[in-house]
């Protein structure tokens, strides 16, 4: 079987942990990773608890690909309810922290209640234990990755921690592993921060055993590598250029959304593009990237290896930042870049090496000081306020917002709280471009209609990987379709957050969906984990995750109102490109997408839909 | 009449030495259709994927007989994908 048959609960209030055998019950209904760790999730709090309480749990957990010779089986998620989103929160990482709580012989960690003092948990393999974390406290995630190696003489220790964001409970905290790879999205990071839990550090000497049928298992995988590989996106296109080489694709047809979503093209975009990161640059004749990498097990390699001109202002005098490191990836360099009209590649690796080193998402980050730069430049935010001139297009404003941000320091206590927040207080909510509170990604729902759909619908609120409509909207993945247009976009929506409900649970990246179907991923399940693992189950198990999130969400006070997008993507039409004069249909989609759920006109799933779905 | 066209990614091998901005002025014949203006650069087929004129996508089978105008940009990019 793919799953280890165990959790370890981590009590953190009593200090212990306590193994437990995984509900194997549960893994047959709900796969594993996002849609285990939510069955889990779900059955355990209230879904009404606030997300900073003790009461709150947060759940790590590996898939039964999680550690496996499956391509890029390195995945994990970190479930809980979201400091920034008040919903169900999913984040998923990559690098190699996955692997290593697989190799220990463990399918999920369960962490409850708060630490009386800062912890961090340290497991070996069966043994698992709470350590005392005074020394880590108020260090970064790079200082306490290195701190913790260095003290168990063990440079092979997987670390995920938090930095002073996580700490300080900056709303978009993230919790990163391996330096660069972070559980970014829905302030996971802030929820582990309030427990008083620094890091998790794990090792690993067990390998993955018990695949139940490996000849199999072997066929299967090696079959499925070949798709990669024969693949030109994945085998060429994204090893080559990684995910940042939308950055023109997108600009160019008019959905780039460009100093909070006030435009749809960046006349800049050209210099925060992968090409860009591949051009020599003046001071120094390098280019900024390095090279690519991989996570564990991936045979794609999209990961960006960067390195900062040492002569950019914002690092002239900082050489710790001047080795190779992650990034840019192209959410992050739209997040801050386009999003605040900021054209220097180099600043935006600066802001975003800062977002790894402290924990924070650099798209939450990036997007809410696009709403920042916007109320300074219509004066409902002063510079006296701010702290300094922040507007649209500063860079000087975009690195200094970073250090301020991550060290929790005059105005960046106040960027910390989120675009949503922050624009409330300021008496402005509707120029936080974001649904349920959190910021979206890198596409404008103008642009690309359905886009629009599945970010009012992802129950983890604004977000691009839980139904990325751009793959058949843009890039004709698996067919094209018009991104102009609502026409059928509540069915892709739909199909799109299915599958990647399976792509998630099973352990495995979501980008190894442009080469593969499900058809792809079921044989490597099959030769893996006991029980039916059909083309129709997992169909149906997709379903069943998504309905089981919205139940949640839905019992967690929120409602169809919330499926909404900001006024400004309904009544402000795109200004140039191909969109112009359109807004986001999504008053069309919504009824109809709810009809496609089989839920009623408020959006909650009927009772036949439920029964089909054994929720 | 005078078009632009922007080769990204690996096709910016396709564009003449020393092109700045993965982009090109060029002359073309009026009427001109994508695969004509295109012609001139060599692409190997299986590279030409994602063709949008003026940011609009021009699906493989209409490429023989979309036309430009003066002031059109075309771009083109390989298989690419990201998120």
Request: aromatic share 8%; net charge neutral; hydrophobic share 40%.
């Amino acid at each position: 079987m793919g799953w280890n048959r165990k959790v370890l609960r981590v009590n953190l209030s009593a200090g212990t942990c306590t193994p437990e055998p995984l509900n194997m019950a549960w893994a047959n209904d709900y796969l594993g990773s996002r849609g285990l760790a939510s069955k889990y999730l779900i059955s355990e709090i209230d879904p009404k608890v606030d997300p900073l309480s003790p009461d709150n749990k947060m759940i790590m957990a590996t898939g039964p690909l999680t550690g496996t010779m499956a391509s890029t089986g390195g995945r994990y998620t970190v479930v809980t309810k979201g400091a920034l989103t008040n919903a169900i929160a999913c984040s998923n990482s990559g690098g190699f922290f996955g692997a290593e709580m697989k190799f220990a012989g463990w399918d999920m960690i369960i962490f409850e209640g708060k630490s009386p003092k800062p912890v961090y948990l340290y497991v070996e393999n069966d043994k698992a234990e709470l350590r005392d974390a005074a020394h880590l406290w108020g260090k970064t995630c790079w200082e306490a990755e290195e701190t913790i190696k260095r003290q168990h003489q063990d440079p092979l220790i997987r670390v995920s921690s938090i930095g002073g964001a996580g700490e300080n409970q900056v709303m978009f905290a993230c919790i990163v592993n391996d330096l660069h790879r972070a559980a970014g999205r829905s302030g996971v990071g802030a929820v582990m921060g309030s427990k008083n839990l620094k890091a998790v550090a794990i090792r690993g000497t067990k390998g993955v055993s018990g695949i139940k049928d490996f000849p199999a298992f072997l066929a299967a995988t090696n079959a499925a590598k070949k798709v990669l590989a024969d693949n030109a996106v994945t085998g060429q296109g994204l090893p080559k250029y990684g995910t940042q080489v939308l950055m023109n694709v997108i600009n160019e047809m008019g959905a780039l959304p460009t100093r909070n979503h006030r435009d749809v093209q960046f006349e800049e975009a050209g210099k925060i593009s992968a090409e860009a990161m591949h051009e020599k640059r003046p001071s120094d004749g390098k280019a900024q990237l390095v090279t690519n990498a991989a996570c564990f097990g991936c045979t794609i390699a999209c990961g960006r290896i960067s390195k900062i001109d040492e002569t950019h202002f914002s690092v002239k005098n900082s050489p710790k930042y001047w080795g190779a490191s992650g990034g840019l990836e192209y959410e992050a360099a739209w997040a801050l870049g386009a999003a605040n009209g900021v054209g220097d590649l180099e600043a935006l690796q600066y802001a975003n090496l800062l977002c790894n080193e402290h924990g924070m998402d650099p798209i939450s980050f990036g997007a809410t000081v696009g709403a920042a730069m916007e109320m300074y430049e219509t004066g409902i935010l002063s510079k006296e306020q701010i702290g300094l001139d922040a507007p649209f297009g500063s860079a000087e404003a975009l690195c200094q917002l970073v250090e301020m941000t991550a060290h929790g320091k005059g105005f960046g206590k106040e960027l910390g709280l989120g675009s949503a927040r922050l624009c409330a207080k300021y008496g402005h909510p509707e120029l936080s471009m974001s649904v349920k509170g959190q910021e979206f990604p890198a596409y404008d729902s103008r642009g690309i209609q359905g886009m629009g759909l599945a970010y009012a619908t992802s129950n983890r609120g604004a977000c691009h990987l839980r139904g990325y409509t751009v793959a058949s909207e843009v890039l004709g993945i698996p067919v094209k379709t018009d991104p102009l247009t609502t026409d059928g976009k509540p069915e892709l929506v739909k199909a799109f957050q299915d599958a990647t409900g399976i792509f998630d649970s099973a352990g495995i990246c979501v980008f190894t969906s442009f080469a593969w179907t499900l058809a792809d991923v079921q044989p490597q399940l099959q030769a893996a984990c006991e029980g039916d693992w059909s083309m129709d189950k997992l169909n149906l198990v997709g379903e069943r995750i998504w309905n089981m999130e919205r139940q949640f969400n839905l019992a967690a006070g929120l409602s169809a109102k919330d499926d909404d997008l900001p006024p400004r993507l309904k009544t402000e039409p795109a200004k140039t490109g191909p969109a112009k004069g359109l807004v986001n249909g999504l008053d069309k989609m919504k009824p109809e997408y709810y009809k496609v759920r089989g839920w009623d006109s408020a959006g909650v799933p009927e009772q036949a839909t439920l029964q089909r779905l054994g929720l | 009449m005078r078009v632009t066209v922007k080769l990204y990614a690996t096709l910016a091998d396709y564009l003449p030495a020393g092109t700045r901005n993965n982009r090109l002025e060029v002359e073309v014949a009026e009427n001109a259709v994508v695969d004509a203006v295109l012609a001139p650069f060599s692409l190997p087929a299986k590279l030409t994927h994602l063709v949008l004129l003026n940011g609009v996508f021009v699906p493989p089978g209409e490429r023989a007989s979309a036309c430009l105008k003066d002031g059109d940009t075309l771009a083109v990019w390989p298989p690419i994908a990201g998120g």
